[in-house]
């Protein structure tokens, strides 16, 4: 049987490898409804000069315009690291009822668990790691 949840997970692994080929943080994020991805994003705060435009921003604005609503009550967002606070405000702003992330962020205040049902710790080390390898890189 598929893990449904593992599997949305890789899809935004990819996205944060992408991200990570490109030299922006290593951050990918999903949107889903149902079993179906609507929404993708990576960061791409350099390549496009802005500061908004995290993979969860993208993400959310992807799955607005599939579905034509700024409402996305009934999905669930994947993310390679645990979102930051405007990232928080835009899911929440979206009605997301539900994250799934990878790796925690501990320089990142913690999701509110009122706010969202909250899954971690799917590929959490193979995220941590990317973005370790990232910051390590740069540092060189």
Same mark, same amino acid.
């Given at each position: $049987?598929?893990? @449904?949840?593992?599997?949305? $997970?890789?899809?935004? /692994?990819?996205?944060?490898?992408?991200?990570?080929?490109?030299?922006?943080?290593?951050?990918?994020?999903?949107?889903?409804? +149902?079993?179906?991805?609507?929404?993708?994003?990576?960061?791409?705060?350099?390549? @496009?000069?802005? #500061?908004?435009?995290?993979?969860? !921003? %993208?993400? !959310?604005?992807?799955?607005?315009?599939?579905?034509?609503? &700024?409402? %996305?009550? &009934?999905?669930?967002?994947?993310?390679?690291?645990?979102?930051? $606070? /405007?990232?928080?405000?835009?899911?929440?702003?979206?009605?997301? #009822?539900? !994250?799934?992330?990878?790796?925690?962020?501990?320089?990142?205040?913690?999701?509110?668990?009122?706010?969202?049902?909250?899954?971690? +710790?799917?590929?959490?080390?193979?995220?941590?790691? @990317?973005?370790?390898?990232?910051? &390590?890189?740069?540092? $060189?």
């Amino acid at each position: $049987m598929l893990d @449904l949840d593992l599997f949305f $997970m890789q899809e935004a /692994m990819k996205l944060a490898k992408q991200a990570f080929d490109e030299d922006e943080v290593p951050i990918g994020a999903v949107v889903v409804q +149902g079993d179906k991805i609507i929404g993708k994003g990576y960061n791409q705060v350099e390549k @496009l000069n802005d #500061p908004t435009a995290h993979a969860e !921003i %993208l993400a !959310i604005t992807a799955a607005c315009n599939f579905l034509g609503s &700024k409402y %996305l009550d &009934k999905c669930t967002l994947y993310v390679t690291l645990e979102p930051c $606070m /405007m990232c928080t405000g835009a899911i929440r702003e979206a009605q997301i #009822p539900k !994250i799934v992330y990878a790796a925690t962020d501990a320089s990142h205040r913690k999701l509110s668990p009122d706010l969202f049902e909250t899954k971690k +710790g799917i590929l959490e080390a193979e995220a941590s790691k @990317l973005i370790k390898d990232f910051f &390590k890189r740069k540092r $060189m």
